[in-house]
């Protein structure tokens, strides 16, 4: 998240599970997971949750074999950050997966408004 925004939590459901995350991740894991997808790559998401929501990890395995949808609680698209999406991808092709980390890029330009 950048400063001065705020979090808009949407909902990745998964296999029967659900799990919050912002909306401005949602929407980069969504270019990610397609892109995979597309190209019949499984790979594991994982990452990590706070203490107000009992601490700990994550971790799914991707795949065309499971359903997957993403809920928004947001009504417009967040702007994606190319450099962030790129270093999740990135990630996303290692045999650790793709573990989420921190917005830490500034975006250059804003791909979807």
């Not at 912002?22 to 499984?42: F, P, T, V, Y």
């Not at 994606?80 to 990135?90: D, F, Q, T, V, Y």
């Amino acid at each position: 998240m950048r400063a001065g925004e705020v979090t808009v939590m949407g909902t990745l459901f998964y296999d029967g599970s659900h799990f919050a995350l912002d909306d401005r991740l949602l929407a980069h894991l969504q270019i990610i997971i397609s892109l995979k997808l597309r190209r019949n790559e499984g790979f594991f998401i994982s990452w990590t949750t706070g203490v107000d929501n009992g601490s700990g990890r994550h971790a799914i395995w991707i795949d065309n074999g499971v359903a997957i949808r993403l809920q928004f609680d947001g009504t417009r698209p967040p702007a994606i950050n190319r450099e962030w999406a790129e270093s999740l991808a990135m990630a996303a092709n290692t045999n650790n997966g793709l573990v989420v980390t921190n917005e830490r890029i500034e975006p250059a330009e804003d791909l979807l408004t």
